[in-house]
């Protein structure tokens, strides 16, 4: 029988969802985005409104129209709802990829700096947050490399949806 121990001896976790995502700039970015989102999202409520209104009148034509002249009005009105879902769509995974774009960066940046941090402090093995059950909070540097990491500036601009 084998017996096998780990040699690692010096352990730290951090959790680095919680490092992006309370990242200075990438939070400034999430409220950038917000903003512009806010400036066209009446615009789509509008669209919306007006569809529940042609909608109401199709089934108010129910009544007048022949199946043919109905059918029509149907396609039309699936058609319009077809270009404003895939406008809804293509405005929501806009706006991801800008966040997950943001969010790759500031992950290439945090493991940088946890490489660094792991040789300046002779760390063995540095385990993600959501990898361990329990820890001692005195192996957690989320909040160092937050720190260190909060010290950078990073760009955010982002491309507005047209």
Do not use: P
């Amino acid at each position: 029988i084998l017996s096998f121990s780990c040699f690692a001896e010096n352990i730290r976790v951090i959790n680095l969802d919680l490092v992006i995502n309370q990242n200075i700039s990438f939070q400034k970015l999430i409220n950038e985005i917000e903003n512009d989102q806010n400036n066209h999202k009446q615009h789509f409520n509008n669209i919306e409104k007006n569809l529940s209104i042609k909608l109401d009148e199709i089934d108010e034509l129910k009544l007048i129209l022949n199946s043919n002249e109905l059918d029509k009005e149907i396609q039309k009105y699936n058609s319009q709802l077809n270009e404003f879902n895939k406008k809804i769509n293509y405005f929501n995974l806009h706006y991801d990829n800008q966040l997950n774009n943001m969010r790759n960066i500031i992950l290439d940046k945090a493991l940088e700096l946890i490489q660094g941090y792991s040789l300046e402090n002779k760390i063995d093995l540095i385990i993600e947050s959501k990898s361990y059950i329990m820890a001692s909070n005195s192996i957690n540097i989320t909040d160092i490399i937050l720190d260190k990491l909060n010290k950078i500036k990073f760009e955010t601009k982002f491309k507005k949806f047209e």
